[in-house]
């Protein structure tokens, strides 16, 4: 059966690490960076990549347009 | 399968619309704003009026939303952005026309020109954001505050005695004759969001189908800052308290009625 | 349907040639004495010939936001009232000067402070040229003395407008506005297409064509040091209207020892006591600012160079005469003479004010 993967990109420069796509990922796929941003925030990152299945939750919350979300099947 | 084989423009599901620029919001962190601002994007783009749409900003937080969305628009002053779209749907009834409010100014200065073009059911959308709070001058109490919760301007808690009660315009611009679609929403989460956005295409479409009758979307909203609450708790805070008294849901459909 | 004279108030005059100067909207509240500018665009229905707007609105200061919105639209826009009225749109006036939004308000004034009178006054000349709203701007002001002048001043009010980019208001009086006089009404002139719009408003918030950047109406900016500049260009702006668009008429100045300066109605009553002053044989003239911003301060400056004295006439405690003192610069006596709270002065009045202030 095919299996959904996902992948999330955060423009890191732009997110002020609010954590709501943390919060809202069913997966648990994402968390915050250790390092901040040249704003000084810590930004969100994907801590768990193998668990995204690409159902963009994260970047729908995301109250700041950081993410894009990616989709494809694999055979 | 390495992260650059799904990242490629082909698997692309989900991104920020095109109209919305690259400038740095204002908001701060988890701000309601934000989202309403994409949601707002999205249904212009996805109904081809980029060219057609002319948006009035209000005097609050969301001021600057003009910065952010690449329409035209219009500043007004502090309440009277339904003024402004009145005489803007008239003088090109062909255009998309819709004002961007906070509880301030659309519940507070400017009950007057919300009642009354919501009465004479212009063809508007009203986009209300209520986070029971000015957000913008620091934190005070709005029209639509709950009873017992503090702000600056009510630091021991909202005393209906003192202060009057919250303020629930919207059950009131649902009474109108004039208006064709009030709704309440929120966006505390990708469901949410979604119903929010599928309120927003319908009070745009019905905007432009010539038919007339104002159309209302109240976004029961956070203002993490204001609430001193991180985003998170923010949004637990108004699932709790907000949402029992601002319960979300279409007001009145008109159509639907038909 | 070209020239036609008829026999109309001065109110309705405005309403008439707002419609034929292609007007796009109107936009007002009820009060005397200047209800029949709506009434009438109300009776004659422009909407079925033109195409131009009109609408009842909720508030004076609804009204005047309304204004706001469509001048933001490139479109033709006005509204009327009077003085207790207009103190609510300055806010409004204000957001138009900042936004530099062309714009035409009606003030057909009335006796004040607070609710006052219904009768006629001029005591919002300090408003009108001084202010009124917050901020360092301008109003284009015209004076119409007669009920050709309201009806002409409609159009150029206009085209100052958008020639400048700058709010302009007639300031008229209940005198002007309720009396009925013969007036030719000018041809009709068709309503702007929405290319010419375009053309002629590239600012203009009409829908964001994807050839151009968006559009912002906005008169908000956090940046001093950019605020600043804008203030600076709004100055620059209006020293070139100053240097370009001041009107005033001259009667019976040329031989004149004494003169009367005086706007709008007062200017009427003032050129009788002229004619009845010299029948006595005193040297009598009038000088009428038809803009009172820009203020005919250059001419009289000249003036003051060849009469004895000069007689500010104003239905007001003395506001124009500030101006006039200041035009003078001490050169030769400047005198005030008013009525106050709705009463009109008669010629008489003004020829024996004359000899007892100005002889």
């Given at each position: 059966?095919?299996?959904?993967?996902?992948?999330?990109?955060?423009?890191?420069?732009?997110?002020?690490?609010?954590?709501?796509?943390?919060?809202?990922?069913?997966?648990?796929?994402l968390a915050m960076s250790k390092q901040v941003n040249a704003k000084g925030y810590n930004y969100a990152i994907m801590a768990n990549e193998d668990a995204c299945v690409g159902c963009a939750s994260c970047g729908i919350v995301c109250p700041d347009g950081c993410i894009s979300v990616y989709k494809t099947k694999i055979d | 399968m390495a992260l650059e084989d799904i990242i490629k423009p082909e698997n692309l599901v989900y991104k920020k619309p095109d109209i919305m620029n690259d400038n740095p919001m204002h908001y701060c962190p988890g701000c309601s704003h934000g989202?309403?601002?994409?949601?707002?994007?999205?249904?212009?783009?996805?109904?081809?009026?980029?060219?057609?749409?002319?948006?009035?900003?209000?005097?609050?937080?969301?001021?600057?939303?003009?910065?952010?969305?690449?329409?035209?628009?219009?500043?007004?002053?502090?309440?009277?952005?339904?003024?402004?779209?009145?005489?803007?749907?008239?003088?090109?009834?062909?255009?998309?026309?819709?004002?961007?409010?906070?509880?301030?100014?659309?519940?507070?200065?400017?009950?007057a020109e919300t009642i009354h073009a919501c009465n004479r059911?212009?063809?508007?959308?009203?986009?209300?954001?209520?986070?029971?709070?000015?957000?913008?001058?620091?934190?005070q109490m709005a029209p639509t505050t709950i009873e017992g919760m503090k702000t600056a301007t009510c630091p021991y808690g909202r005393d209906v005695k003192l202060n009057g009660y919250p303020l629930k315009i919207t059950n009131q611009l649902k009474d109108l004759e004039g208006t064709r679609y009030?709704?309440?929403?929120?966006?505390?989460?990708?469901?949410?969001?979604?119903?929010?956005?599928?309120?927003?295409?319908?009070?745009?479409?019905?905007?432009?189908?010539?038919?007339?009758?104002?159309?209302?979307?109240?976004?029961?909203?956070?203002?993490?800052?204001g609430w001193k609450l991180t985003p998170e708790k923010a949004n637990k805070w108004m699932e709790e308290n907000m949402f029992p008294q601002y319960p979300l849901g279409d007001l009145i459909d008109k159509d639907a009625n038909q | 349907m070209s020239e036609e004279v008829r026999l109309m108030k001065g109110n309705e005059a405005i309403a008439h040639a707002a419609i034929r100067c292609g007007c796009d909207g109107y936009f007002g509240y009820p009060i005397t004495p200047q209800s029949e500018v709506m009434e009438t665009l109300m009776e004659v229905e422009p909407w079925k010939e033109t195409g131009m707007?009109?609408?009842?609105?909720?508030?004076?200061?609804?009204?005047?936001?309304?204004?706001?919105?469509?001048?933001?639209?490139?479109?033709?826009?006005?509204?009327?009232?009077?003085?207790?009225?207009?103190?609510?749109?300055?806010?409004?006036?204000?957001?138009?000067?900042?936004?530099?939004?062309?714009?035409?308000?009606?003030?057909?004034m009335r006796g004040g402070p607070g609710l006052g009178t219904i009768q006629p006054s001029q005591s919002d000349y300090f408003q009108t040229t001084k202010g009124g709203g917050h901020g360092?701007?301008?109003?284009?002001?015209?004076?119409?003395?007669?009920?050709?002048?309201?009806?002409?001043?409609?159009?150029?009010?206009?085209?100052?407008?958008?020639?400048?980019?700058?709010?302009?208001?007639?300031?008229?009086?209940?005198?002007?506005?309720?009396?009925?006089?013969?007036?030719?009404?000018?041809?009709?002139?068709?309503?702007?297409?929405?290319?010419?719009?375009?053309?002629?408003?590239?600012?203009a918030a009409t829908g964001r064509k994807m050839s151009r950047k968006n559009n912002i109406i906005t008169s908000l900016e956090l940046k001093p040091e950019v605020m600043e500049q804008n203030n600076l260009r709004f100055q620059a702006k209006y020293k070139t209207i100053e240097e370009n668009e001041v009107r005033y008429e001259e009667i019976l100045c040329d031989d004149a020892e004494y003169l009367l300066v005086a706007f709008g109605c007062s200017a009427r009553i003032c050129q009788?006591?002229?004619?009845?002053?010299?029948?006595?044989?005193?040297?009598?003239?009038?000088?009428?600012?038809?803009?009172?911003?820009?203020?005919?301060?250059?001419?009289?400056?000249?003036?003051?160079?060849?009469?004895?004295?000069?007689?500010?006439?104003?239905?007001?405690?003395?506001?124009?005469?500030?101006d006039v003192r200041l035009a003078v610069n001490g050169k030769v006596p400047v005198e005030h003479y008013g009525r106050l709270g709705g009463i009109v002065f008669t010629p008489d009045e003004i020829v024996n004010a004359v000899k007892t202030k100005l002889m």
């Open positions: 059966m095919a299996k959904i993967k996902g992948a999330v990109v955060v423009n890191k420069d732009r997110c002020k690490g609010c954590q709501l796509c943390v919060v809202a990922c069913p997966a648990n796929v | 989202v309403v601002h994409k949601l707002i994007a999205e249904v212009i783009e996805e109904m081809g009026l980029v060219e057609d749409t002319i948006g009035v900003t209000p005097v609050g937080c969301a001021v600057f939303a003009y910065n952010y969305i690449d329409i035209d628009w219009e500043e007004a002053a502090h309440g009277r952005a339904p003024a402004l779209a009145t005489a803007i749907k008239r003088l090109r009834p062909n255009k998309l026309v819709f004002t961007y409010q906070g509880d301030g100014d659309l519940a507070a200065i400017g009950t059911g212009e063809s508007i959308a009203i986009i209300f954001i209520n986070n029971g709070i000015y957000g913008m001058t620091g934190g009030v709704t309440r929403q929120s966006v505390q989460t990708a469901a949410a969001v979604r119903k929010t956005k599928k309120a927003i295409r319908k009070a745009f479409e019905n905007c432009m189908d010539g038919k007339g009758g104002a159309n209302v979307v109240e976004v029961v909203s956070t203002c993490s800052s | 707007v009109v609408l009842q609105a909720e508030s004076e200061v609804s009204s005047i936001n309304m204004v706001y919105g469509g001048a933001a639209t490139g479109k033709k826009v006005m509204t009327s009232s009077s003085s207790p009225g207009v103190s609510l749109m300055q806010e409004g006036i204000s957001y138009l000067a900042g936004a530099e939004l062309p714009a035409l308000i009606v003030n057909v360092d701007y301008r109003l284009i002001a015209l004076a119409p003395a007669s009920v050709q002048e309201m009806a002409d001043f409609v159009g150029l009010a206009f085209d100052l407008a958008f020639k400048y980019r700058n709010p302009a208001i007639i300031l008229a009086d209940g005198v002007i506005g309720q009396m009925m006089e013969k007036v030719v009404l000018p041809d009709y002139k068709p309503r702007r297409t929405d290319e010419e719009v375009e053309k002629q408003c590239p600012w009788k006591a002229c004619e009845m002053a010299r029948a006595e044989g005193i040297k009598l003239g009038l000088l009428r600012p038809i803009t009172l911003w820009p203020f005919p301060t250059k001419v009289i400056a000249q003036y003051a160079n060849k009469v004895k004295a000069m007689l500010s006439v104003e239905l007001n405690a003395g506001q124009m005469v500030e």
